[in-house]
């Protein structure tokens, strides 16, 4: 069964640093196109960040400078590492993978930004 396990949310103080983890059961990882997206409360899920198969990331103007997407395709798994939090990358953030033949995506991980 193909799974997106996401790990490593919490409470982080302002200015604080968290880093997310997603682990892909999924055969030919190297293939995917790999994003974190995040829905706060009474809010629309949004973009965080994507990386390409290739390795080309993007970034939402809200996040950029302060977190790094990275993926390591020889553990099948695709990082966030968030520095300089705020109150407001309070959210639950999913990983999302993209081929052509497929949409998946992980059940989410709850980050609380909260002095």
């Known amino acids: 069964q193909v799974q997106l396990m996401e790990s490593g949310g919490g409470l982080a103080q302002p200015g604080g640093s968290l880093r997310l983890s997603c682990a892909a059961s999924?055969?030919?990882?190297?293939?995917?196109?790999m994003g974190w997206y995040r829905q706060a409360p009474g809010k629309q899920r949004e973009l965080v960040a994507t990386?390409?198969?290739?390795?080309?990331?993007n970034y939402a103007d809200s996040v950029k400078g302060r977190f790094t997407i990275s993926r390591d395709n020889a553990k099948n798994t695709v990082y966030l590492q968030m520095n300089s939090l705020k109150p407001e990358d309070t959210a639950v953030y999913y990983c999302?993978?993209?081929?052509?033949?497929?949409?998946?995506w992980g059940q989410g991980t709850q980050v609380t930004v909260s002095s």
């Open positions: 999302n993978a993209q081929s052509v033949v497929r949409d998946l």
């Open positions: 999924v055969g030919g990882f190297s293939l995917y196109d």
């Open positions: 990386i390409r198969n290739g390795g080309r990331t």
